[in-house]
């Protein structure tokens, strides 16, 4: 019941084919020298921000 008998099966080269029709070229690779490393700037999200308490009086 669960099997569609008029499925079609692909090849890996048709797959791929299919693949770059949808998406197109891919960009090439960055270099590991073209890299650089990510520096958070905002506070992470599951922490809330901390609040300053200005007494009053």
């Known amino acids: 019941m669960d099997e569609q008998p ?5 090849s890996d080269e048709e797959y791929a084919f299919l693949r770059h ?6 960009p090439d ?8 490393e990510l520096t958070e ?3 992470p999200a599951d922490q809330p921000e901390p609040q300053v308490w200005h007494p009053q009086g």
């Open 6 to 10: 008029n499925r079609e099966q692909f």
């Open 21 to 26: 029709v949808r998406f197109g070229e891919l």
């Open 29 to 36: 690779r960055v270099r590991p020298e073209d890299r650089v």
């Open 41 to 43: 700037t905002d506070p």
